[in-house]
């Protein structure tokens, strides 16, 4: 795979250029180029790090939008989840939630009936289904307060975002996409049928120009600045931001399972194991006004979180016991008085895409929402409404076809990770089972790409703590655009929670030291 940024011939046009390098632009480029397009995606700052890097990694169906009668959107995540679990077992796999019955909130006949819809409406087949849970003597009942005597268990699933996001972009480039990090697009114009559209490097400063037959504008939270900065458009985006925050705490309790916890706002959060360590607790619901890019976790929000499941947790949370806290935007739908005026958490998750296209010029589809759970799904829709405006491929995959092709790493079986890290201990008896635990929960079969022919932890390189090695500095660099310490270690891993400032600061030298090296020996 080429990580470097490269010049581009005008001549012949690229089929689809996709602006914005989340879930969804990256999950657009995968499919689009297995079907055999000529694809170019670019992402101003690293894959995922605006709002895919900040989702609470559930591959879920929501169970609080069946509140809203959002079961079109409820229907389509509950099927995504054993498809994302099945193409990526390695960065995916199942999760059971425990939900305690509040007297004071919904009633218990509300909670057994939304859970019925919820194993019933979505094609379940390998998760196991919801059970009623008697609190006070089951372990899930341990950490809470005694006066929630009474329950549901059911299934959801995990998901790595970061990591989805940027082997969805690994996936594309494989097949042919042109894939380029840091790169922004300052203008795109239409002309002769054509979108003529310039690029510039965050890294060089320069400058470069592609033709495009269609663009799609997958820019998140930056949808409506595309819109105006860069198509020109006068209009607004009917774009509602708002901002969800996370905390991470060490971990509270000593099983596996996680909570959904309901608050006298009608908001709900989780409370879930996170990195072996930690516990995660979030999200909150908040209009956002300024720009994505400095979202941060407020305190009013770190406190809220801490209040919400001091709740019902026998240990309190208050923040100083928070260890990282992360925020996104998202990019809500809102082309009504309620979209744009009622609570945030009701405002619909839902995706929207918007076609513009004039007989003669060439298409704009701007998209609106979204979720990492639907974010295939998604691609899917974009390509039914772009494709018939397009040349047909000479070759290539049908449509749907990303539900049965592994990603990057994700190509063994669904219960196969114990037998894969258990191959990999017995070809690297040198290294720890938590180093090769965690190698295999981050690259599946690719691990062995990381590791390569060491023959002991001396021919890995330096090790900057918590296990992390030059070898598999080298590899996100190569393989995964890495270029700075933070894109290591907050996206393409979690090990910044782990090191110290002084830790983080020597890997994020290595890493640009790396990426330089990289980059030198391309010129050369």
Known sequence: MNVSPQKSSLHPPYDIAIIGGGINGSGIARDAAGRGHRVFLCEKRDFAS???SASTKLIHGGLRYLEYYEFRLVREALREREVLWGIAPHIAWPLRFVLPHHTALRPRWLLRLGLFLYDNIGGRKRLPATRSVDLRTDKTGRPLKPEFTRGFEYSDCWVEDSRLTVLNAAAAASLGATVRSRTACVSATRQDGLWHITTRSEDTGEEDTILARALVNAAGPWVDSVVHQVVRENKRAPVRLVQGSHIVVPRLYDHDECYIFQNADKRIFFVIPYETDYTLIGTTDRDYDGDPADVRATPEEIDYLCRSASDYLRQPVTPEMVVWTYSGVRPLYADDEQGKEGSASAATRDYVLKLEQEPGQAPLLNIFGGKITTYRRLAESVLAKIEPLLPAPQNGRRAGWTATVPLPGGDFARDGYERLVADLAARYPFASQRLLRRLVR???????????????????????????????????????????????????????????????????????????????????
């Open 50 to 52: 605006g709002t895919s």
């Open 442 to 524: 981050h690259y599946g079969t690719r691990a062995s790409v990381v590791l390569g022919d060491a023959q002991s932890m001396a021919d890995l390189g330096r090790e900057h703590g918590a296990d992390l090695t030059d070898a598999e500095l080298r590899y996100l660099v190569r393989h995964e655009w890495a270029r700075t310490g933070e894109d290591v270690l907050w996206r393409r891993t979690k090990q910044g929670l782990r090191l110290t400032a002084e830790q983080r600061a020597a890997v994020d030298e290595a890493v640009r030291a790396i990426a330089a090296e990289e980059m030198a020996a391309t010129v050369r």
